[in-house]
């Protein structure tokens, strides 16, 4: 009697266990969409379940990877990237890139006038920088200021080596590349409508450790309508668009 009970549940837990693995096989080839429907009750194959979903996301959010042109730029999605990570080469000037340099001085202009109409007025402080004169500056800033890289670029690594950013302010001096510029007219004009002509703030508010610089709120660059107006809450840095490397 007693071996009988022993054999009974050594077949039913036998069976089970086949049973179990047969509906996780069977599962398992199947979409995720339809398991999770049927809310499956063992929790070691929602386990498995849980795995596979989030491989298949780790997948859809892998980071891109800029790639160099001929010119000695990086490219994503047609989009010039430069930052800490990724450099021109030392001979790339704004001339490689002459009709897109050309396009954004267009919607610079349009933008400066139409700002003007509002009763704003700012200029370009600064525009197209060479690798030598990125050099010669950084080099300069280096000598007395420990924090350079936090506001300055190494040569190959500006992007005013590309002649697609602007440094802009408006008379008063002291705002010039200077945080005060978050508190002047020109800036709030600048949040509420740069977007519109093509040009993004690049180095938003509390994304160091992202772009790996401070808060720049005079530092525009143009990167067309496209990607400006989905950006345009000045809040997320191209390297997040992009999902970069
Ligand atoms: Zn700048």
Redesign the pocket.
Same mark, same amino acid.
């Given at each position: 009697m007693r071996i009988k009970n022993i054999k009974k549940v050594g077949m039913i837990t036998g069976f089970s266990i086949i049973l179990a693995s047969s509906i996780f096989v069977f599962n398992e080839s199947r979409n995720i969409a339809d398991v999770s429907n049927e809310k499956v009750v063992y929790s070691d194959i929602s386990e498995q379940v849980k795995g596979v979903q989030h491989e298949k996301k780790q997948k859809e959010v892998k980071k891109k990877k800029p790639s160099k042109n001929e010119k000695g730029a990086y490219n994503v999605s047609g989009t010039l990237i430069v930052n800490k990570k990724y450099g021109l080469d030392e001979d790339y000037t704004y001339e490689d890139n002459q009709e897109l340099y050309d396009e954004a001085t267009a919607a610079f202009e349009k933008m400066q006038q139409d700002a003007e109409k509002d009763g704003v007025w700012f200029h370009i402080v600064?525009r197209y920088r060479s690798y030598a004169v990125q050099n010669w500056v950084y080099e300069n800033y280096k000598k007395d200021r420990e924090d350079v890289d936090t506001f300055s670029a190494q040569p190959g690594h500006? $992007?005013?080596q590309t002649g697609l950013?602007?440094?802009l302010n408006g008379e008063d001096q002291e705002t010039s590349?200077n945080e005060k510029f978050e508190g002047t007219e020109q800036y709030k004009w600048l949040r509420k409508n740069a977007y519109k002509y093509g040009f993004i703030l690049?180095y938003p508010k509390d994304k160091k450790d992202i772009t790996g610089y401070k808060f $720049?709120p005079?530092?525009y660059r143009y990167v067309g309508t496209d990607i400006s107006y989905d950006l345009k809450d000045g809040e997320t840095t191209l390297e997040e668009y992009f999902n970069l490397e």
């Open positions: 600064s500006s $992007e005013h950013a602007f440094d590349s690049r $720049e005079w530092h």
